[in-house]
């Protein structure tokens, strides 16, 4: 079955940064479009980022663009998301999920990230 | 990126229907045929229930429908049942290769 089993969540220093993966299975990575979602506590849905299924492209929410990058690992079928110059705003649960028809339909279960002195 | 505008809040009661609002502009909602819905529980991850404005992946019931009138998608929850209880959000594609979400909306089952 489709899985998406996400890694990294920490508490990071501002202005730190922080790597989170997401390793998925049950389908053909690479005929798949990704996507980083993330919800600050509390608060609704944000879209962090998307990926196209070769890696090529890659999209940016206005208010995470210089400072995060998304990436995809092919052939191990991880996806990632590199945080740099963290700031409290950016304090979430984040989640990847696979694109499907401009939507999301199958999400890992999110990983906590807490930006804080 | 503005979010788009749900009301915070709907309620309906036990085998009734509640329609929920999602309102964006031509930019977004009005101006693509990709709009999503989700049902997301407590301190869980989301669940697609709708996809292009009134498709339903496999699985998700008949009880559940998307629809679109210019700049507002709209969600109907017929045949209200408990577990109902939830939030519910949309999202869009944008254009310009972004996606943007609603606030949510907490939807009471009476």
């Known amino acids: 079955q489709v899985q998406l089993v996400q890694s990294g969540g920490a508490v990071v220093q501002p202005g730190g940064s922080l790597r989170l993966s997401c390793a998925v299975s049950?389908?053909?990575?690479?005929?798949?479009?990704m996507h980083w979602v993330r919800q600050a506590p509390g608060k609704g849905l944000e879209w962090v980022a998307f990926?196209?299924?070769?890696?090529?492209?890659?999209y940016y929410a206005d208010s995470v663009k210089g400072r995060f990058s998304i990436s995809r690992d092919n052939l191990n079928n991880m996806l990632y998301l590199q945080m740099n110059s963290l700031g409290p705003d950016d304090t979430a649960v984040y989640f990847c999920?696979?694109?499907?028809?401009?939507?999301?339909?199958?999400w890992g279960r999110g990983n906590m990230v807490t930006v804080s002195s | 990126q503005s979010a788009l505008i749900q009301p915070p809040s709907a309620s309906g009661s036990l085998g009734k229907s509640v329609t929920i609002s999602c309102t964006g502009t031509?930019?977004?909602?009005?101006?693509?045929?990709?709009v999503s819905w989700y049902q997301q529980y407590p301190g869980r991850a989301p669940t697609l229930l709708i996809y292009?404005?009134?498709k339903r992946p496999s699985g998700v019931p008949d009880r559940f429908s998307g629809s679109k009138s210019g700049n507002t998608a709209s969600l109907t929850v017929s045949g209200l049942r408990t577990e109902d209880e939830a939030d519910y959000y949309c999202?869009?594609?944008?254009?310009?290769?972004?996606?943007?979400f609603g606030g949510g909306t907490r939807l009471t089952v009476l």
């Open positions: 999920a696979r694109d499907f028809n401009w939507g999301c339909d199958y």
């Open positions: 049950g389908f053909i990575f690479t005929d798949y479009r």
């Open positions: 990926i196209q299924d070769d890696g090529r492209k890659k």
């Open positions: 031509n930019r977004d909602v009005g101006g693509y045929g990709y």
């Open positions: 292009e404005v009134n």
């Open positions: 999202d869009s594609f944008a254009g310009n290769n972004i996606w943007v």
